[in-house]
């Protein structure tokens, strides 16, 4: 059974900055990937970054230039950076990994931009 526990996240101003953290029991995270999403209110669930257990990393076009994943292997944590936030980035936001082809998701945290 693999827990993720998230934290981070809240409310900004348009333009602000918040970090999200992900955090997994043992050393998971270090040998698979791990993802971050986001679903808006009616809309799916998106990809919004994504870091190899090699630490190559890919993101979503919305997201490019403002967004960062990394992972801190010493803390079993992937970390969200979010800069430069825009009202459309509102929703909640969720980190997954796959194991055995079996998907984990965090508990899921709103992320609120104000305009």
């Known amino acids: 059974q693999v827990q993720l526990v998230e934290s981070g996240g809240g409310l900004v101003q348009a333009g602000g900055s918040l970090r999200r953290s992900c955090a997994a029991s043992?050393?998971?995270?270090?040998?698979?990937?791990v993802g971050w999403y986001r679903q808006a209110p009616g809309k799916q669930r998106d990809l919004v970054a994504r870091?190899?257990?090699?630490?190559?990393?890919n993101y979503a076009d919305s997201v490019k230039g403002r967004f960062t994943i990394s992972r801190d292997n010493a803390k079993n944590t992937v970390s969200l950076q979010m800069n430069s936030l825009k009202a459309e980035d509102t929703a909640t936001y969720y980190c997954?990994?796959?194991?055995?082809?079996?998907?984990?998701w965090g508990q899921g945290t709103q992320v609120t931009v104000s305009s």
């Open positions: 870091i190899t257990s090699g630490g190559s990393t």
């Open positions: 997954r990994l796959v194991l055995r082809g079996i998907p984990y």
């Open positions: 043992g050393t998971i995270f270090r040998i698979r990937p």
